[in-house]
Protein backbone atom coordinates (compact mmCIF):
# COMPACT_ATOMS: atom_id res chain seq x y z
CA UNK A 1 0.00 0.00 0.00
CA UNK A 2 1.39 2.97 -1.26
CA UNK A 3 0.77 6.13 1.04
CA UNK A 4 1.14 9.95 1.95
CA UNK A 5 1.67 11.52 5.29
CA UNK A 6 0.79 15.44 4.83
CA UNK A 7 3.64 17.52 6.78
CA UNK A 8 1.96 20.74 8.40
CA UNK A 9 4.17 23.47 10.05
CA UNK A 10 4.04 22.56 14.07
CA UNK A 11 2.51 18.60 13.87
CA UNK A 12 4.87 16.18 15.86
CA UNK A 13 3.13 13.75 14.81
CA UNK A 14 3.93 12.83 11.40
CA UNK A 15 7.18 11.06 12.31
CA UNK A 16 5.49 8.77 14.35
CA UNK A 17 2.71 8.21 11.34
CA UNK A 18 5.41 7.79 8.80
CA UNK A 19 7.48 4.61 11.02
CA UNK A 20 4.05 3.21 11.57
CA UNK A 21 3.11 3.36 8.10
CA UNK A 22 6.68 1.87 6.85
CA UNK A 23 6.07 -1.01 9.57
CA UNK A 24 3.06 -2.12 8.39
CA UNK A 25 3.08 -1.59 5.08
CA UNK A 26 6.65 -2.55 3.92
CA UNK A 27 7.24 0.94 1.86
CA UNK A 28 8.22 4.34 3.21
CA UNK A 29 5.37 7.09 2.74
CA UNK A 30 5.24 9.97 0.65
CA UNK A 31 6.02 13.16 3.05
CA UNK A 32 4.10 15.64 1.46
CA UNK A 33 4.92 19.62 2.66
CA UNK A 34 1.50 21.49 2.99
CA UNK A 35 2.39 24.32 0.65
CA UNK A 36 2.75 21.50 -2.14
CA UNK A 37 -0.31 21.58 -4.95
CA UNK A 38 0.22 17.75 -5.85
CA UNK A 39 1.38 14.94 -5.14
CA UNK A 40 2.16 10.86 -6.56
CA UNK A 41 -0.49 8.72 -6.78
CA UNK A 42 -0.93 7.11 -3.38
CA UNK A 43 -3.41 4.59 -1.88
CA UNK A 44 -3.85 5.91 1.11
CA UNK A 45 -3.39 9.54 3.12
CA UNK A 46 -2.62 10.60 6.39
CA UNK A 47 -3.29 14.00 8.17
CA UNK A 48 -0.96 13.37 11.43
CA UNK A 49 -1.55 14.85 14.74
CA UNK A 50 0.16 17.37 16.42
CA UNK A 51 -0.03 21.26 16.51
CA UNK A 52 -0.38 22.11 13.07
CA UNK A 53 0.10 26.23 13.08
CA UNK A 54 0.40 26.10 16.79
CA UNK A 55 -3.28 25.86 16.95
CA UNK A 56 -3.50 29.79 17.31
CA UNK A 57 -6.57 30.19 15.51
CA UNK A 58 -8.36 27.14 16.08
CA UNK A 59 -7.55 23.77 15.93
CA UNK A 60 -6.53 22.27 12.40
CA UNK A 61 -8.59 25.51 10.97
CA UNK A 62 -5.32 26.82 9.51
CA UNK A 63 -4.17 23.44 7.82
CA UNK A 64 -7.63 23.32 6.33
CA UNK A 65 -6.70 26.07 4.11
CA UNK A 66 -3.20 25.26 2.89
CA UNK A 67 -2.40 24.63 -0.68
CA UNK A 68 -1.88 20.91 -0.35
CA UNK A 69 -5.80 20.21 1.40
CA UNK A 70 -7.35 21.22 -2.01
CA UNK A 71 -5.78 17.92 -3.54
CA UNK A 72 -6.37 16.15 -0.51
CA UNK A 73 -10.30 17.21 -0.20
CA UNK A 74 -10.40 15.93 -4.31
CA UNK A 75 -8.71 12.55 -3.82
CA UNK A 76 -10.87 12.13 -0.63
CA UNK A 77 -14.04 12.91 -2.45
CA UNK A 78 -12.79 10.69 -5.19
CA UNK A 79 -12.76 7.49 -3.06
CA UNK A 80 -9.22 7.50 -1.76
CA UNK A 81 -8.67 6.34 1.99
CA UNK A 82 -8.18 9.20 3.98
CA UNK A 83 -7.59 9.13 7.90
CA UNK A 84 -6.88 12.30 9.94
CA UNK A 85 -5.81 11.31 13.79
CA UNK A 86 -6.40 13.95 16.51
CA UNK A 87 -5.63 16.81 15.09
CA UNK A 88 -5.95 15.52 11.90
CA UNK A 89 -9.47 14.74 12.41
CA UNK A 90 -10.07 18.12 12.88
CA UNK A 91 -8.79 19.55 9.90
CA UNK A 92 -10.90 16.73 8.35
CA UNK A 93 -13.86 18.76 10.41
CA UNK A 94 -12.66 21.76 9.43
CA UNK A 95 -12.19 20.95 5.59
CA UNK A 96 -16.12 19.56 5.77
CA UNK A 97 -14.89 15.95 4.36
CA UNK A 98 -15.88 14.99 8.05
CA UNK A 99 -19.24 16.42 9.88
CA UNK A 100 -19.24 17.67 13.31
CA UNK A 101 -16.70 19.69 15.20
CA UNK A 102 -13.98 19.27 18.20
CA UNK A 103 -14.32 21.58 21.07
CA UNK A 104 -12.40 21.80 24.08
CA UNK A 105 -11.88 18.83 26.32
CA UNK A 106 -14.99 19.19 29.15
CA UNK A 107 -13.06 19.53 32.13
CA UNK A 108 -10.42 21.87 30.19
CA UNK A 109 -7.75 19.88 30.65
CA UNK A 110 -5.14 18.23 28.16
CA UNK A 111 -5.67 14.56 28.38
CA UNK A 112 -2.92 11.64 27.74
CA UNK A 113 -3.17 8.58 28.76
CA UNK A 114 -4.11 4.93 27.15
CA UNK A 115 -8.14 4.41 26.88
CA UNK A 116 -10.32 1.94 25.83
CA UNK A 117 -12.55 2.12 22.56
CA UNK A 118 -15.55 0.04 21.53
CA UNK A 119 -15.39 -0.64 18.15
CA UNK A 120 -18.66 0.08 17.15
CA UNK A 121 -18.61 -0.35 13.00
CA UNK A 122 -16.25 -4.16 12.15
CA UNK A 123 -17.88 -4.17 8.51
CA UNK A 124 -16.21 -0.63 7.05
CA UNK A 125 -12.83 0.00 5.39
CA UNK A 126 -10.77 0.99 8.79
CA UNK A 127 -12.10 -1.59 10.90
CA UNK A 128 -12.84 -5.06 9.02
CA UNK A 129 -10.24 -6.36 10.82
CA UNK A 130 -11.97 -5.86 14.33
CA UNK A 131 -13.75 -8.64 15.87
CA UNK A 132 -18.04 -7.80 16.33
CA UNK A 133 -18.04 -6.08 19.75
CA UNK A 134 -14.20 -5.72 20.15
CA UNK A 135 -12.94 -3.01 23.05
CA UNK A 136 -9.23 -2.41 22.45
CA UNK A 137 -7.07 -0.61 23.92
CA UNK A 138 -5.43 3.27 21.88
CA UNK A 139 -3.77 6.33 23.69
CA UNK A 140 -4.95 9.90 24.01
CA UNK A 141 -3.49 13.07 23.92
CA UNK A 142 -5.14 16.17 23.28
CA UNK A 143 -6.80 19.00 24.66
CA UNK A 144 -9.39 19.41 21.85
CA UNK A 145 -11.06 16.35 21.42
CA UNK A 146 -14.90 16.90 22.92
CA UNK A 147 -16.78 15.80 19.76
CA UNK A 148 -19.38 18.03 18.79
CA UNK A 149 -22.76 17.58 16.29
CA UNK A 150 -26.20 18.42 16.38
CA UNK A 151 -28.76 16.27 17.54
CA UNK A 152 -29.91 15.19 13.45
CA UNK A 153 -26.00 15.04 12.43
CA UNK A 154 -25.67 12.46 15.22
CA UNK A 155 -28.38 10.80 15.15
CA UNK A 156 -27.80 10.01 10.93
CA UNK A 157 -24.16 9.51 12.27
CA UNK A 158 -25.57 6.45 14.38
CA UNK A 159 -28.04 5.11 11.85
CA UNK A 160 -26.12 5.07 9.36
CA UNK A 161 -22.94 3.29 10.94
CA UNK A 162 -20.70 6.04 10.58
CA UNK A 163 -19.81 6.07 14.68
CA UNK A 164 -16.55 3.99 14.12
CA UNK A 165 -15.09 4.31 17.57
CA UNK A 166 -16.60 5.40 21.20
CA UNK A 167 -14.89 5.80 24.57
CA UNK A 168 -15.76 3.03 26.75
CA UNK A 169 -15.36 5.83 29.45
CA UNK A 170 -16.23 9.70 29.35
CA UNK A 171 -12.65 11.47 28.82
CA UNK A 172 -13.26 14.60 26.98
CA UNK A 173 -17.15 15.00 27.43
CA UNK A 174 -17.76 14.12 23.24
CA UNK A 175 -21.13 13.49 22.44
CA UNK A 176 -22.35 10.05 22.95
CA UNK A 177 -18.58 9.50 23.93
CA UNK A 178 -17.94 9.56 20.21
CA UNK A 179 -14.20 8.73 19.45
CA UNK A 180 -14.22 8.44 15.66
CA UNK A 181 -16.59 8.91 12.68
CA UNK A 182 -16.66 7.97 8.76
CA UNK A 183 -17.84 9.70 6.06
CA UNK A 184 -21.08 8.69 4.01
CA UNK A 185 -19.31 6.86 1.43
CA UNK A 186 -16.84 5.25 4.36
CA UNK A 187 -13.51 6.21 2.69
CA UNK A 188 -12.55 9.14 5.33
CA UNK A 189 -11.89 8.37 9.28
CA UNK A 190 -11.27 10.78 11.33
CA UNK A 191 -10.31 9.76 15.09
CA UNK A 192 -8.80 11.49 18.36
CA UNK A 193 -6.97 8.54 19.60
CA UNK A 194 -3.51 7.36 18.30
CA UNK A 195 -3.73 4.09 16.61
CA UNK A 196 -0.15 4.59 15.04
CA UNK A 197 1.23 4.58 18.65
CA UNK A 198 -0.21 1.11 19.09
CA UNK A 199 1.37 -0.82 16.45
CA UNK A 200 3.60 -3.61 18.17
CA UNK A 201 3.95 -5.06 21.54
CA UNK A 202 7.15 -2.95 22.20
CA UNK A 203 4.53 -0.18 22.29
CA UNK A 204 1.89 -1.41 24.95
CA UNK A 205 -0.11 -3.30 22.41
CA UNK A 206 -1.05 -4.28 18.65
CA UNK A 207 -4.84 -2.70 18.41
CA UNK A 208 -4.02 0.12 16.19
CA UNK A 209 -2.46 -1.96 13.76
CA UNK A 210 -5.48 -3.90 13.47
CA UNK A 211 -7.11 -0.31 11.92
CA UNK A 212 -4.04 -0.20 9.10
CA UNK A 213 -4.65 -3.65 8.32
CA UNK A 214 -8.21 -3.46 7.78
CA UNK A 215 -7.40 -0.76 4.63
CA UNK A 216 -4.97 -2.66 3.45
CA UNK A 217 -7.24 -5.85 3.42
CA UNK A 218 -9.77 -4.05 1.36
CA UNK A 219 -7.35 -2.36 -0.53
CA UNK A 220 -5.71 -6.09 -1.58
Known amino acids: MKSAVIVFPGSNCDRDMAVALEKITGQKPLMVWHQDYDFDKVDFIALPGGFSYGDYLRCGAMSARSHIMKEVIKRAEDGVPT ?20 MRNANLHFVCKDVKLKVENTDSLFTNGYDEGAEITIPVAHHDGNYFADADTLDRLEGEGQVAFRYADDINGAQRRIAGVMNAKGNVLGMMPHPERMIEPALGGSDGRVMFESVMSRLG
Open 83 to 102: FGVCNGFQILTETGLLPGAL
